[in-house]
């Protein structure tokens, strides 16, 4: 199982940044597919959840209105698109895998480095 | 929503025993994961449904699950083992939720 990101993002404010994560060595569409942040030398930040088979998604309060989960089956890939950046939203964002609310965040991917800055 | 409470951090030296807490509001009805993350790295997964470990993970790490708290013990600490170190539930309103972590620093 390995979940692949795309590389570092550098934004000003306003903009808006789209992440992607690759999944290889399963199933796409059988396991949900969950967002995190990660600002410097903070904790960990859940952002939103999607089920690649149905295209259901699911937000955290924080970021509802800003933040948009979609996937492509076909290239077996997630996206992660926020909008209005700020310099608050500079962290660093991963992507992992959720088979069950039981079962954790099994696999990650590498992270990818969003700075917002004018 | 729900909220879960680890104490920020915690120091062992190599060959004792290291026990990190996570309370929250009856966290024993519901299930929590453990996971270890490096410095520069991604988070990994140690512990989950409370006391069960991945494929490939020591069976020095241990958890357990009760009342208001759940605990990730790590037994015969090791140099390799400084990290930071967070809990995680699922809760119906608030879905994925985090502690705020717990840095373990070996002496």
């Known amino acids: 199982v390995q979940l692949v990101q795309s590389g570092a993002e550098l934004k000003k404010p306003g903009a808006s940044v789209k992440v992607s994560c690759k999944a290889s060595?399963?199933?796409?569409?059988?396991?949900?597919i969950v967002w995190v942040r990660q600002a410097t030398g903070q904790g960990l930040e859940w952002m939103g959840w999607?089920?690649?088979?149905?295209?259901?998604?699911g937000y955290a309060q924080k970021f509802q209105g800003r933040v948009t989960l979609t996937r492509n089956t076909s290239i077996s890939t997630a996206y992660m698109d926020l909008s209005s950046l700020r310099s608050e939203d500079t962290a660093v964002y991963y992507c992992?895998?959720?088979?069950?609310?039981?079962?954790?965040?099994?696999?990650w991917g590498q992270g990818t480095l969003v700075t917002v800055s004018s | 929503s729900y909220e879960l409470t680890q104490s920020p951090s915690l120091s062992v030296s190599p060959g004792q025993t290291a026990s990190i807490t996570c309370s929250g509001d009856?966290?024993?009805?519901?299930?929590t994961c453990w996971y270890q993350q490096k410095p520069g790295q991604s988070p990994v997964l140690v512990i989950y449904?409370?006391?069960k470990r991945p494929s490939g993970i020591p069976e020095r790490f241990s958890g357990s699950n009760s009342g208001n708290t759940a605990t990730l013990t790590i037994s015969g600490i090791q140099a390799m083992d400084e990290a930071d170190y967070y809990c995680?539930?699922?809760?119906?309103?608030?879905?994925?939720?985090f502690g705020g972590g717990t840095k373990l620093t070996v002496l």
């Open positions: 992992a895998r959720f088979p069950t609310v039981t079962s954790g965040l099994d696999s």
């Open positions: 060595g399963y199933t796409f569409s059988t396991y949900d």
């Open positions: 999607m089920n690649p088979y149905s295209g259901n998604t």
């Open positions: 009856q966290l024993g009805d519901k299930y």
């Open positions: 449904q409370d006391t």
């Open positions: 995680q539930a699922w809760d119906s309103s608030s879905f994925v939720v």
